[in-house]
């Protein structure tokens, strides 16, 4: 059974940096296919970025150039690491996992950019 745990976001000020981990278990991957999406209140669902293999990434056009997925060096875990956070990046965001064996999402983590 894979489990996504997702760090806590948190309020910040425009033109701020956050970084959100996320971290799998029970994958049975190395380098599982992962991403971020968001929620915005009232929006639907949106992918932000992922990663697959090694390093392949790809991110949404409003946020590249600010946003950045990577893998971090324990097993299954990815990082966003967002700067330069402006008030339409706040949402929910949500760790997500693609495998073979199915679609897996964290408990989802609220991003508020607002000063």
């Known amino acids: 059974q894979v489990q996504l745990v997702e760090s806590r976001g948190g309020l910040v000020q425009p033109g701020d940096s956050l970084r959100l981990s996320c971290a799998a278990s029970g994958s049975t991957f190395s380098l599982p296919a992962m991403g971020w999406y968001r929620q915005a209140p009232g929006k639907q669902r949106e992918l932000v970025a992922s990663?697959?293999?090694?390093?392949?990434?790809n991110l949404a056009d409003a946020v590249k150039g600010r946003f950045t997925i990577y893998r971090g060096n324990a097993k299954g875990t990815v990082y966003l690491q967002m700067n330069t956070l402006k008030p339409d990046d706040t949402g929910v965001y949500y760790c997500?996992?693609?495998?073979?064996?199915?679609?897996?999402w964290g408990q989802g983590t609220q991003v508020t950019v607002s000063s």
């Open positions: 990663i697959r293999g090694f390093a392949a990434t």
């Open positions: 997500h996992l693609d495998s073979s064996s199915g679609d897996y």
